[in-house]
């Protein structure tokens, strides 16, 4: 759907393991719901890594929500 770089807003730490992030995407937010995937990918990063499928958690206004739980290198970026 998405193709683009959007700007995080938030990132709230759960615990140790999880945290949240928030990504505003604009009016477009409005289209996605709870359960589809993103695929997320820092842009600043040069490690040769794919982009990582994560769910919607929320979304509220222009921002989208993602909980991650953080397993290997990509989530730890």
């Known amino acids: ?5 959007f700007e995080l807003k938030s990132i709230e730490h759960l615990n140790p393991q999880y945290f949240v992030l928030g ?3 604009g009016d ?8 589809q995937f993103f695929e997320l990918k820092r842009p600043d990063y040069s490690h040769p890594m794919l982009r990582k499928p994560i769910s919607i958690y929320d979304v509220v ?3 989208v929500y993602f909980m991650v739980k953080q397993l290997g290198k990509a989530t730890e970026q």
Do not use: H, L, W
């Not at 759907?1 to 770089?5: A, K, V």
């Open 23 to 25: 990504v505003e995407i």
């Open 28 to 35: 477009e937010a409005q289209k996605v719901q709870p359960g």
């Open 61 to 63: 206004d222009n921002t």
């Open 1 to 5: 759907m998405f193709n683009r770089i």
